[in-house]
């Protein structure tokens, strides 16, 4: 197997870097994650390792489904439970209210970027400027939130409540936390997260790595083949000819009416990713295989 694909359940407390240092230190082999989750949340992170890696930015690009519950009339600088308490306003805010005001970040919207974030500026962190108390312009992203649901709510002189969130890759959730608390005029902030879904690797079928002995041949029974995890990529075959040309990063003229990215097999061996460009040509992009 030219590398494989791993479903695996982040704990609290644990960085994704931790998580693919430990997938990589027991399979002998390169590893790295698809899309990190903060220490305080949980829940799916998508692993690719060995050859594989190279294909992370498929897996980066899926939609994401979180968990997340909210609480109301407190603000922090890093719009989540880790960060330090910067305003508190109390106030009455109903279920109905709070729906209303939610509904709006449906669909394709700008988001503002965390001022505790991994975005650059001028080639630095956001964070690191927020570490040392420099307050940098708002920086806006386009993100799409395909669904949003309202899980629970709790009322009270604080209340809480819960959302199920479909969205693109990219979005952040403590954003969304962040701004409806904002429009509701009492603040915000995340306090819990879990990541449901990454495209179709769901919790139910994650990998808990972490709170038990497992060894290499665990992970290798539990990893699937790259070419089985990018399961919405459409499939070609190739003669053998064809099949040595790409191997050599050659092209074909393709028969397929199809145009973008596509998986090359050579019979049924999996040879790695190919783009049908607009003039008809099949060209190697990634390959895999020998």
């Known amino acids: 197997m030219p590398g494989g694909i791993l479903n695996v359940y982040k704990p609290v407390g644990m960085t994704s870097f931790e998580i693919t240092e430990r997938v990589g230190k027991i399979l002998g082999e390169k590893a790295g994650h698809t899309g990190t989750l903060d220490p305080f949340a949980r829940g799916v992170m998508v692993v690719c390792w060995g050859k594989a890696t190279r294909l992370a930015s498929f897996f980066q690009a899926l939609d994401k489904t979180y968990r997340a519950r909210i609480r109301f009339g407190i603000s922090t600088d890093t719009y989540d439970v880790t960060g330090k308490i910067v305003k508190v306003r109390k106030g009455n805010l109903s279920k109905k209210e709070g729906e209303e005001l939610l509904l709006k970040y449906r669909g394709a919207i700008k988001q503002q970027v965390p001022p505790f974030s991994a975005s650059k500026h001028r080639g630095k962190p956001r964070y690191r400027y927020a570490r040392q108390g420099k307050t940098l312009p708002v920086q806006e992203k386009e993100v799409e939130i395909y669904d949003l649901e309202l899980i629970s709510w709790e009322e009270g002189e604080w209340p809480e409540a819960e959302i199920l969130v479909r969205c693109s890759s ?79 990063g050659g092209f074909v003229f393709s028969p397929w009416q199809k145009k973008g990215w596509v998986k ?4 049924d061996k999996f040879l790695g990713l190919g783009k049908i460009e607009d003039d008809g040509e099949l060209r190697p992009r990634i390959i895999l295989g020998e």
């Open 170 to 248: 990219g979005t952040y959730i403590r954003s969304l936390a962040h701004e409806w608390g904002e429009d509701s005029g009492l603040g915000a902030y995340l306090f819990s997260l879990r990541r449901e879904k990454v495209g179709d690797f769901s919790l139910e079928q994650s990998e808990e790595i972490t709170e038990r002995e497992i060894d290499r041949q665990f992970l290798l029974s539990k990893s699937i083949p790259p070419d089985q995890g990018l399961y919405w990529i459409t499939s070609v075959h190739l003669e053998e000819k064809e099949a040595k040309r790409i191997k050599h």
């Open 264 to 267: 090359m097999y050579e019979g």
